[in-house]
């Protein structure tokens, strides 16, 4: 029997990161996770070089997570 795949569980580690409407840092801010927030990346772009994971309805510079094992 095929499970599907769990979504990555990730956590924010850093102090504080930006959220914005859309994937890049030219899209609006609105609003700021805090160290150890969970989230769950439900899709992932790549933007100016950077990688950009959609989080619920926002978004959230993927260097600014990391894995939960």
Do not use: Y
Not at 16 to 43: M, Q
């Amino acid at each position: 029997v095929d499970f599907p795949a769990q979504p990555a569980r990730m956590v924010v580690c850093v102090d504080t990161a930006n959220v914005r409407e859309a994937a890049g840092t030219s899209a609006a801010g609105v609003g700021i996770l805090h160290r150890g927030t969970e989230v769950t990346p439900l899709d992932e772009v790549i933007i100016d070089g950077g990688v950009w994971v959609r989080v619920g309805n926002v978004w959230i510079n993927k260097r600014l997570l990391c894995e939960v094992k």
